[in-house]
């Protein structure tokens, strides 16, 4: 076949390959079946455009040139597909609304009207297979590393961790190793937190079908033995998403026992204390109609296709949204904790580190970026130093006399000196450290302000994780490797000294942030968007046609 009648067809759209697919299946002037010798040429001469001119469009189609050219040029451009395999995945694609994903953004109508007029005219053979292969990478990656690149979406993302690209060769493998729809499946994160994510999105969906929940509304607070035609529709709320039984009283206007139970779980899975009052915050949770849920969902899916893939059995995660520090063993989470992180102004940043040593009775070595705090304290409260149990360290770590030291002449950028705090019941870091190096300089530790973990909202670090239960993670992390336990690092902290207890088995940290995620059991919670990051993703996903 002459270059200038395939060059002419590299750019046909929709019309002009089910013209090419007609006269292929007319058989007046082709072979009954191209050669697969010109099928390969086709598709070489068409990728070889992309180098060419750095876009490829096929059936209305803008390819992933790139992608395709690494996937065909190992096989010699031989064509990968038969009907049999485009219909397994375009009924793959279909499905992928379970993922929270768009299939038109897999050509999922074009898919659609080439699989049932399969080729057989060279022209035609090459087009429908870069199109049904470039379905197939998009799936392949975005299941795996999800639509978008979290780096993208600004600074505090930078160290987000993912999964490596899946090679060209294990992607044509997905086609030619038969069984493409269980290979297809295996594409899916098969985390629990992943898994229950698109299970709740299902049910949420079925819900807005079904016409969502009533909202509660404004008035005086709700709680046990109140009497209000409110009550009714909170009944009617609970049970729509299961934290009422089924078998509950949908017309009470009475607050009884088993609506106060309802309640508590509710605000359970809302990150809101369960005290069974439906006040402020508890009704602005019921009131979130079931669209807002769902996009809470889908953009919680992209977040766990970013992570989850690259997850070991074991690991401590702190879900910076939703306040709350996680131990995972065996895909199960043994041990959990509220937590307090950065407030909006020093927020938490999302990165993975491995945590490998343990300290007791901590000093704190101020960073720089708080030390026009402690000097504005100290214009305030002379004594604060000496109350607080803070040393003053010059350049090269020499204890000097902050007697001698004018510190209303400072500013916390130029301050020449170090603030260092003694251990002791005041230090900032409290009894115990959990360190993983990062440049963050981030870190789990103790604190000594424990009245800030019995709020709804804990948003008062300057970046760093205070966990409400040190002691119980401390113990865990140590207990593979014969302690100490409880009561044994309570003696130690009686001591006063600082221990270093290193682990024998490093264990991985993720800090993530998901405003919407899923138990062992699939029960799903929701958190607020206390850094406002949900938009900015949603916008990225819209950008990407998702």
């Known amino acids: 076949m002459s270059p200038g009648p395939a060059r002419a067809r590299r750019g046909l759209g929709l019309a002009g390959v089910l013209a090419v697919l007609g006269a292929g299946a007319a058989g007046a002037q082709v072979p009954p079946v191209a050669p697969r010798a010109e099928a390969a040429d086709e598709v070489r001469l068409r990728l070889e455009q992309f180098r060419e001119v750095g876009s490829l469009r096929v059936a209305g189609i803008e390819l992933v040139g790139a992608g395709l050219f690494a996937l065909y040029e190992p096989r010699e451009f031989r064509p990968l597909w038969s009907p049999d395999t485009a219909r397994e995945l375009l009924d793959f694609v279909r499905g992928m609304e379970l993922d929270g994903l768009e299939p038109a953004r897999y050509g999922a109508p074009v898919l659609d009207s080439l699989v049932g007029v399969w080729p057989r005219e060279p022209g035609g053979v090459a087009a429908v297979d870069l199109v049904f292969s470039d379905a197939l990478v998009r799936v392949a990656h975005d299941l795996r590393r999800g639509v978008v690149d979290p780096s993208a979406l600004g600074p505090e993302w930078a160290d987000t961790p993912r999964e490596a690209p899946m090679p060209p060769d294990s992607v044509a493998g997905l086609v030619t190793g038969g069984d493409l729809r269980r290979r297809l499946a295996t594409l899916r994160p098969g985390h629990f937190i992943y898994q229950g994510l698109a299970g709740a999105l299902a049910r949420y969906r079925t819900l807005e079908r079904q016409g969502g929940w009533p909202m509660v509304g404004e008035g005086p607070l709700l709680a046990l033995d109140s009497i209000s035609p409110r009550v009714a529709a909170l009944r009617i709320r609970l049970l729509r998403t299961g934290d009422l039984g089924a078998g509950g009283d949908s017309t009470s206007t009475r607050f009884d026992a088993d609506l106060d139970a309802a309640v508590r779980r509710f605000q359970h899975r809302h990150g809101l204390n369960d005290d069974g009052i439906v006040g402020p915050s508890t009704r602005a949770a019921l009131d979130v109609p079931v669209d807002e849920r769902i996009r809470q969902l889908r953009l919680n899916l992209e977040r766990a296709r970013w992570v989850t893939p690259g997850l ?47 300290v007791v009775n901590p000093t704190w070595t101020v960073p720089r970026s708080i030390n026009a705090e402690i000097l504005a304290r100290l214009r305030r409260e002379p004594d604060y130093l000496r109350s607080q149990g803070f040393d003053v360290l010059d350049g090269s770590g020499t204890p000097v006399d902050p007697a001698g030291i004018d510190f209303g002449a400072w500013t916390g950028a130029s301050f020449p000196f170090v603030f260092r705090q003694r251990p002791g019941p005041a230090n900032a870091l409290g009894r115990i450290k959990f360190m993983f190096p990062n440049p963050h300089n981030i870190y789990l530790h103790d604190s000594p302000a424990r009245q800030l973990f019995a709020r709804e909202e804990r948003l008062f670090s300057h970046g760093c994780i205070r966990v409400q239960d040190p002691l119980g993670l401390a113990e865990l992390l140590l207990e593979d490797q014969g302690g100490p336990d409880r009561a044994e690092l309570a003696s130690l902290i009686a001591t006063g000294e600082t221990r270093t207890l290193p682990l024998e088995r490093p264990l991985p940290v993720l800090l993530l942030y998901w405003t919407a995620a899923t138990d062992l059991h699939g029960e799903v919670h929701f958190y607020p968007d206390v850094y406002q990051r949900d938009p900015t993703l949603a916008q990225a996903l819209a950008l990407a046609g998702n």
Do not use: K
């Open 312 to 358: 070991g059995r074991a690991y401590v995660a702190v879900n910076i949204a939703g306040q709350r520090t996680y131990v995972v063993r065996d895909d199960a989470v043994v041990w959990e904790s509220r937590a307090v992180v950065g407030g909006p102004f020093t927020r938490t940043p999302v990165f993975r580190d491995t945590l490998r040593y343990l």
